[in-house]
């Protein structure tokens, strides 16, 4: 909201640097956004036009000469509107003036047009930088003073202001001039509100029923009858531009000059387009319909409020008026409304119909009734005073919700209590005296009347809060919690997820942090859509892009990965620790914390060092393995049918029989939807809160160091192919005297059979009570070889065919 | 032969010899043959046993001086051989020690973790505990238990996400959590107090994304109520998180500004040098206050007994300031060009 310095002096004394004004302001709540300057004007003064002769070489151009108090000056003018004896912007040679042809800076210099001189230039709102208007020049009010210095009358700075969602007062001028009369010091001058009232009795000439006492606590008005609708005045102009308020006629424009001085919406209506001059506040029918003044026609709904006539809407209440009775030029009669609406069902209804109106932006933050017929009088004066006309003896004021005077207690207790400092009564009341509130000082406490435009005081901490701000939060200590600390809750599973963010880390993967929501069509590219009705969808999703909260985090890190690829070639390793989210029938969704790895590319990074090879399915399931390891867990890996993954290349992670997760390759019909044309991605995802609850029951426990050292056998075995390799180690392991069987090579290939593999197993053997003799560990490794022959078939390689 | 003759000719013979010397294992030779058990000069020393005792008392003082002389000789010897070898280590066998070494795949954190935990350990130290809550919220946590009813303007602070979800009455109930704010009334609901505690999450917005804007960042939100906590514990608590994040240097204002559900409210700012700019200016980093009344008897505590305050920080707003990033949208780009450098 723009409030212009000049305006505001009407109100309060500011006798500060305008600068210091907008940092006080943003301290105490009040956030100025900028500070505008109109001026600047160099060699500019306000002159007398004291003659205008036609040009003798031109037809449409004239010689004006123009006092400047000190000095006349020829000047040759243009413009159609300059009459002798007005009062207009001189600008002297050297002035800086806006070019009218580009809108750019330019410096005046003297000029000599047709054979004449000209030693200056009467300007155009343009010139000076003011508007676009550049029709012709502007008049000044006859009692501009000539040769004042035209910064000195016309200049201004203007304060755009950032009002807080709770401070409906600061949508006003009297708002603002009360906190600039706190914060400085200064008196608060309320402008004028009398008038003579000359007519007819109103309750006469208009009938008002409140059909909706809840949605309409008061509605007051006032008739001017006989008015003149025509321009503003120049004053009234020049205050509602530096506003940035559109001029419109005299009546219109009060009302809204009114609504920025006190922050009350009005509106006039013409009184002849009343039907029977009876006027109902109710809620829409439905099949009703308005016109509103944008033009536009609007089906009205059964809680819509309105404003009607005996048969009509004529206003959606506290947001915008409609055509048909609009103030227009032929208009006599001026019905005058200033209410009190309902903030919640404004808000709604406004919001209903796409509407931000000035009224509506002031009538959803609360207006207090007391501020209706303060404003009401206000403007009843200055349309009789600009338009005209004569007004109706007394006034309308329907009241059903009549509001009790709001008065609450401070303590000095509360203040110590919420600020932890001592405030002196004296202060107190000082500070909120300022503010315009009436204080009654009792023991230790002040009784405080809020004042008729401060709706956001509601109890004792807002008063608080209004102390503390005016003072200045600077002014109040620091100290540091002196409060019990509460006991700490073990923080396990944020501590375990934090040390599997290390672990992947120190693994060589780099951390990434993807949006949460996806679209469909990622989902279809992942193989994963069977019903988009169990996934959680957003009811306005910033873009198609996300508009399903995701439900696997495969879909973002392959995505992270084609948009690397530009400018990578890998090695590329990434992970995610995020959620997932998963519907609940009438339930929040289930946020699931899932890591997610991708490993894709070259293994290792160029260089003179280099190893040869690419990421695969063993490089994903070591950094699983090693995780797990840290964490005192050990998987099982078994088959899995996953749409997304290769199916032949892919294995379900296990740990005591719950599956807690899945790696393997992508798809390679899946990669090649995300683009990824080469190579093969490999990736993991694990439950972490499932591998939380698998690790809590996985302490780990000290064994005793072995004492006597261990025999090695190497064990070449030829196995079917279908025999997993675990399975091997694990029969390997049962023995009592192995410690450990590690797989030292596969090999497939010349002299293996075609559905046959070598695995040769490092094989440890140890007993804790003697050194192991060489028979001995034979006869161990014999007689395993018995039963893996046995149990799976395998034999040992170079003993095939014999029995 | 007497004695004295014989000695100084094992001792010429000695050196002679030990500067002929080239390798450790002619060192090892030498001693045995001048210092060992059945060396010359044992054999020297077993000779005196024919000689008068006062004799051989002196005989054998020069003798073992001798043995000290030549140990003392052996010694150096063994040094100067060792100054050899290294020089010759140096001049024949050399690697080129600029060549890139061996590198271990580095692995890294997300900038937002990194800021993360830096607040995290910072509010930690001060007594916090670090809690999460659903991203998925109800209205009422979020919104209505916050002091934020239904069609107040106040809500235009928020444009909120809804999730396409109605209750039984036909409204729309469910959203994404425009602040981690909403885990205040949880956790008072949970627990009694003492409550200090930070909730870390991500939060989301109906907002256009731009340089500044995202619909989807980071908050940390925290909360701190018990009997006579203050303003001015407040003030305390947030001054040492900006100065353990920024360093003690840096300025910091609170202003008063508006969130429904403080009273009064502060907007905390650090002071700010833009890139390229000659003054500084105030950045807001977070919005605090002390915990409205309304909120506190909303989850059953006594207001007139407890008083408390809260704070959001954006994580993004952080890092950007502390690490020099001037475009929100890096985060979640996820270039590793951009994240390897943290």
Redesign the interface.
């Known amino acids: 909201m723009k409030i212009p310095i000049s305006w505001l002096k009407d109100f309060v004394d500011i006798r500060i640097p305008v600068d210091e004004l907008a940092d006080k302001l943003?301290?105490?709540?009040l956030e100025v956004g900028s500070v505008d300057r109109v001026g600047g004007w160099d060699k500019c003064l306000v002159g007398c036009v004291r003659s205008v002769t036609p040009h003798p070489n031109a037809d449409r151009l004239r010689l004006c000469e123009v006092d400047t108090g000190s000095t006349i000056h020829q000047v040759i003018c243009g413009a159609p509107n300059v009459t002798a004896g007005q009062k207009i912007c001189f600008a002297e040679i050297g002035a800086s003036l806006f070019d009218p042809r580009n809108s750019k800076p330019m410096t005046l210099k003297a000029a000599k047009i047709r054979g004449e001189i000209s030693e200056g230039m009467i300007c155009s709102e343009l010139e000076l930088g003011l508007s676009d208007e550049h029709e012709g020049i502007l008049v000044l009010p006859e009692d501009a003073p000539t040769g004042m210095p035209l910064d000195d009358y016309l200049g201004d700075y203007i304060l755009d202001i950032e009002p807080?969602?709770?401070?409906a007062d600061w949508f006003s001028i009297l708002g603002v001039a009360y906190e600039i009369a706190a914060l400085t010091g200064e008196e608060i001058h309320e402008p004028s509100v009398e008038y003579p009232e000359e007519g007819e009795d109103i309750h006469n000439q208009v009938k008002v029923t409140i059909e909706t006492a809840d949605l309409c606590p008061r509605y007051s008005a006032s008739l001017i009858k006989g008015v003149s609708i025509h321009e503003s005045p120049g004053w009234l102009q020049d205050r509602l531009k530096k506003a940035g308020i559109k001029v419109v006629n005299n009546v219109v424009d009060v009302t809204n000059y009114v609504m920025w001085e006190y922050g009350q919406p009005l509106h006039a209506f013409d009184y002849e387009r009343l039907l029977k001059q009876h006027v109902i506040i109710r809620k829409g029918y439905t099949g009703e319909e308005i016109v509103t003044l944008d033009g536009v026609q609007r089906a009205l709904l059964s809680d819509t409020l309105v404003i009607a006539d005996d048969r009509d809407a004529i206003a959606l209440a506290g947001i915008i008026g409609s055509k048909h009775s609009e103030i227009v030029d032929i208009t006599r009669d001026v019905f005058l409304e200033s209410a009190s609406f309902d903030?919640?069902?404004n808000?709604?209804t406004a919001q209903g119909f796409g509407l931000r109106t000035e009224a509506n932006i002031r009538f959803?933050?609360g207006l207090r009734p007391g501020l209706v017929n303060i404003a009401l009088k206000r403007a009843t004066r200055l349309i009789n005073l600009v338009a005209g006309g004569m007004v109706a003896k007394g006034q309308i004021d329907e009241y059903p919700g009549r509001e009790e005077p709001r008065k609450i207690r401070l303590t000095l207790l509360k203040i110590k209590?919420?600020?932890?400092?001592e405030i002196s009564l004296s202060n107190i009341v000082k500070t909120l005296k300022g503010l315009g509130f009436q204080c009654f000082v009792t023991d230790n406490a002040v009784d405080v009347s809020i004042p008729y435009w401060r709706s956001d005081i509601m109890?004792e901490?807002?008063l608080?809060?209004e102390v503390?701000?005016i003072m200045g939060?600077?002014a109040?200590?620091?100290?540091?919690?002196?409060?019990?600390?509460?006991h700490?809750?073990i923080?396990d599973f944020?501590t375990f997820r934090?040390n599997i963010?290390d672990l992947?880390?120190?693994?060589?993967?780099?951390?990434?942090?993807?949006?949460?929501?996806c679209s469909l069509e990622a989902l279809r590219r992942m193989r994963l859509i069977g019903d988009s009705g169990k996934l959680?969808?957003?009811?306005?999703?910033?873009s198609s892009d996300?508009e399903y909260?995701r439900p696997v985090m495969g879909a973002h890190m392959l995505q992270?990965l084609i948009?690397?690829l530009s400018?990578?070639r890998g090695?590329?390793?990434?992970f995610e620790m995020g959620?997932v989210?998963l519907k609940q029938e009438n339930d929040?969704?289930e946020?699931r914390d899932i890591v997610a790895g991708l490993l894709y590319g070259p293994y290792?990074?160029e260089?003179?060092?280099a190893l040869d090879g690419e990421f695969d399915f063993y490089d994903a399931k070591g950094i699983v393995e090693s995780l797990l390891g840290r964490l005192f867990l050990t998987g099982d890996y078994t088959a899995l049918d996953e749409g997304f993954l290769h199916p032949g290349k892919s294995a379900s992670i296990n740990l005591f029989d719950r599956s807690v997760g899945k790696i393997g390759e992508i798809h390679p019909v899946v990669q090649k939807e995300f683009g990824v044309t080469e190579g093969t991605a490999v990736y993991f995802e694990m439950d972490v809160r499932s591998m939380f609850e698998m690790a809590t029951e996985t302490i780990p426990r000290i064994k005793a160091l072995a004492r006597f050292p261990s025999t090695i056998r190497a064990v070449s075995l030829l196995v079917d192919r279908k025999v997993t390799s675990v399975s091997i180690q694990s029969i390997f392991q049962r023995n009592k005297l192995i410690t450990k069987a590690v797989l030292e090579d596969v090999y497939e290939g010349d002299g293996i059979p075609g559905q046959k593999c070598s695995l040769t197993f490092r094989v440890y053997l140890q007993s804790p009570i003697k050194t192991l003799s060489s028979d001995e560990a034979n006869n161990v490794i014999d007689k395993v070889l018995g039963i893996l022959k046995s149990e799976t078939g395998a034999i040992l390689r170079g003993t095939e065919g014999q029995d | 032969m007497p004695v004295d003759n014989s000695m100084e000719q094992l001792r010429s013979t000695a050196l002679e010899e030990l500067d002929a010397c080239t390798s450790n294992l002619n060192l090892q030779e030498w001693r045995v043959r001048f210092l060992g058990r059945k060396g010359l000069l044992t054999g020297l020393l077993r000779g005196l046993k024919n000689l008068e005792p006062l004799e051989r008392k002196v005989v054998g003082s020069e003798a073992n001086q001798l043995k000290v002389f030549l140990e003392g000789r052996l010694a150096l010897a063994e040094g100067r051989l060792i100054e050899q070898e290294t020089l010759i280590l140096g001049e024949n066998d050399r690697i080129d020690v600029t060549r890139p070494g061996r590198l271990k795949k580095g692995g890294g954190y997300h900038p937002l973790t990194k800021i993360r935990r830096e607040i995290e350990a910072a509010f930690i130290s001060m007594g916090f505990q670090v809690v999460e809550g659903p991203e998925i919220e109800w209205e009422r946590y979020n919104f209505e238990l916050l002091n934020i009813p239904k069609n107040h303007p106040s809500r235009d602070i928020w444009d909120t996400l809804w999730v396409d979800y109605r209750n039984e009455r036909g409204e729309r109930n469910m959203l994404l959590r425009t602040h981690t704010s909403p885990m205040q009334a949880r956790i008072m609901e949970q627990e009694e107090p003492p409550i200090r505690v930070i909730v870390p999450g991500k939060v989301y917005r109906y907002e256009a994304t731009d340089r500044t804007h995202e619909w989807h960042f980071h908050q940390v939100e925290g909360l701190a109520v018990a009997r006579g906590i203050t303003f001015a514990d407040m003030k305390g608590t947030l001054y040492e998180f900006a100065r353990r994040i920024f360093g003690s240097d840096r300025k910091v204002r609170f202003r008063c500004d508006y969130f429904p559900f403080v009273e009064p409210g502060v907007d905390m700012s650090i002071d700010y040098l833009a890139p390229g700019a000659t003054t500084h200016d105030w950045l807001e980093i977070m919005g605090a206050g002390m915990v409205h009344p309304k909120v506190l008897e909303g989850v059953g505590y006594d207001p007139e007994e407890y008083t408390g305050f809260a704070f959001g920080i954006g994580l993004e707003r952080i890092a950007m300031l502390k690490y020099g990033i001037d475009d929100i949208r890096l985060f979640f780009d996820n270039d590793l060009r951009f994240l390897r450098q943290f």
């Open positions: 943003t301290m105490a709540g807080t969602p709770n401070r903030p919640g069902n808000r709604k959803e933050k209590h919420v600020l932890g400092i109890m901490e807002d608080v809060e503390a701000r939060y600077e109040i200590p620091t100290t540091m919690l002196s409060s019990p600390i509460p700490h809750k923080q944020y934090e963010r992947l880390v120190r693994e060589g993967l780099q951390e990434i942090v993807t949006y949460s929501a959680v969808r957003l009811a306005n999703p910033m996300f909260m992270t948009s690397n400018f990578n090695p590329i390793a990434i959620r989210y929040l969704p946020e290792s990074e260089g003179w060092l």
